[in-house]
């Protein structure tokens, strides 16, 4: 039996034999190792088997990025308990190592004016991440990991999020990103970062005055922030969209590309 392994664009592996020759054959196991050669079956891993009348096998396993030999023995040849093994067969490497994509930062907020919370999605195939490592910075320059959120992930765990509540969010403006490790030891790329906002009001009692003013949310790119609305609270604990003049503002908001400030009468 002569074996051929073919990557295909989805990353899945296609794997065709040759018939066994001479002989009806019960059903065929399909083996797979990675690429250091073996000498027999034990040191492989039997992935699926397939009726006698079919000559090819999908794996669709996500596994690592690595170069891989496949194997196939015919069982119970000839209606008894012999069976012979192939020849073996490589696997091209994929053109895309998906285990190094970066996980990029979707927002970072802050939570009840307590904490800030980063959310980021999954790089493709999340079952394959080990754990991730969140970065945060105070300069956009220089990063400290804070903390780690680690697995096993399935493929539905494609968000993720971590509270950072060591983060001074009255004082300053932070910038995080998320470093992915996969569990075949692959680290990612630099993603797409987040940073919060940070909003200072000053108070002018001779004109009853409140000046708001904020720092620019600059993660999702030059003009991306389509506009701010302002908020504010009442006695209750309750949150209501400060009303402001018509005039100057549609729908209460502030444009993403005007001044990150406001004054409002108190």
Known sequence: MDVTAYLLQSTDRLIKWTPYGGCTVDYYEIYRTQANGWTDTTAAFLIGTVPGNVTGYLDQDRICPREYKYRIRAVSLCGG?????????????????????PANVTRTTVVDNQ??????????????????TVFRSADSVSYQSVGQITGPFTAADTLQAYDDWDAS?????????????????????TGKTGDNIVL??????????????WTPYKSWGANQV???IIEWQD?????????????MYQNNEIPGNAPTSYTAPY
Request: hydrophobic share 30%; glycine share 2%; net charge negative.
């Open 81 to 101: 308990t012999l069976y012979s093994m192939s020849d073996t067969a490589t696997s091209p490497l994929p053109k895309i190592d998906y285990t190094t994509l």
């Open 115 to 132: 904490f800030t919370r980063t959310e980021w999605k999954a790089p493709y195939f999340p079952e394959l991440v080990s754990y991730y």
């Open 169 to 189: 969010i009255q004082t300053t403006k932070y910038y995080y990103r998320i470093e992915t490790n996969s569990v075949c030891n692959d680290k990612s790329y």
């Open 200 to 213: 200072e009001a000053n108070i002018d009692h001779s004109a009853y005055e409140v000046k708001l003013e």
């Open 226 to 228: 389509d506009h701010y």
């Open 235 to 247: 006695e209750a604990g309750q949150w209501h969209i400060l009303e402001l003049p018509p005039n």
